[in-house]
């Protein structure tokens, strides 16, 4: 009972404060925290980015290797994100198989940067439907203060643009790596997700861990570097009307836009 009449009581104050137009962190409902990337953090990877968004922080690395292609898409290569908050980041976090939260996190930025095609998989075909180049993106939340989806997603992609991709040969239809030889990833597009949540009738920008807890709804939206939206994502119990819907798309692009400027940095 008492958490619950604490949990009303931070609402309330939240909610006192967005009439007027601020926040907690005295951020207005359309700014995001400060944003920060460091590339090249982790040696031994193909590429890595450290992120830091407010006091969220996430560590990525990127391995890249021969593989065998998807059975349905050998004229592919392959991406898989993956994710984890470790038991520092946050008391409430115990080790063990990721729940249904850290699941969610993983496909929302693997989705980001699949469907806007960030990366030509199909200039990762080694020999089609045998053997092809695969990439696999971990991400690691090493301190959880809130909107998770977008300091992991910046935090890939940034590693991705930090990548040198070995070359392979295929010989006696094995691939052989060459060495001393490497490229740049192909990559097409830079994907930017921007997350909002709704609290009452109002729209914030990078939600922190005490708006996350009294949210009504949250939704995620990425973008590629021509402005289309590719692909979205609804989390929490409450829902989002067609007007607001139309202002979070808006605002995703808006912000998208400063984001991805960050980004091209690292090209």
Do not use: W
Request: some cysteine; overall charge negative.
């Amino acid at each position: 009972m008492e958490s619950v009449i604490l949990d009303q009581l931070k609402r309330n104050k939240i909610l006192d404060l967005l009439q007027q137009g601020k926040r907690l962190d005295g951020r207005s409902l359309d700014e995001q925290r400060p944003l920060i990337i460091e590339t090249g953090v982790i040696p031994k990877a193909n590429g890595s980015a450290r992120v830091k968004l407010g006091n969220t922080e996430v560590i990525t690395g990127v391995k890249i290797q021969p593989d065998k292609p998807f059975p349905d898409l050998g004229d592919k290569g392959i991406l898989i994100c993956t994710a984890e908050i470790l038991p520092l980041a946050d008391p409430l976090v115990e080790p063990g198989p990721p729940n249904e939260e850290v699941i969610e996190l993983a496909r929302v930025v693997d989705r980001g940067i699949r469907e806007t095609e960030m990366i030509d998989l199909h200039q990762l075909v080694l020999i089609e439907n045998k053997s092809v180049v695969g990439i696999f993106i971990d991400s690691s939340v090493i301190d959880s203060a809130g909107n998770l989806f977008d300091a992991c997603s910046y935090a890939s992609v940034s590693a991705i643009l930090s990548c040198t991709v070995p070359k392979y040969e295929i010989k006696d239809e094995a691939p052989v790596l060459v060495e001393g030889v490497t490229s740049k990833p192909p990559v097409k597009t830079l994907p930017v997700s921007v997350t909002m949540a709704r609290i009452g009738d109002y729209i914030i920008v990078d939600p922190t861990k005490e708006e996350e807890a009294c949210m009504d709804a949250r939704i995620t939206i990425t973008t590629n570097s021509a402005g289309n939206i590719c692909a979205l994502q609804k989390g929490g119990s409450d829902g989002f009307s067609v007007d607001q819907l139309l202002k979070c798309s808006e605002i995703a692009l808006s912000v998208g836009t400063k984001i991805r400027k960050k980004f091209e940095q690292l090209m």
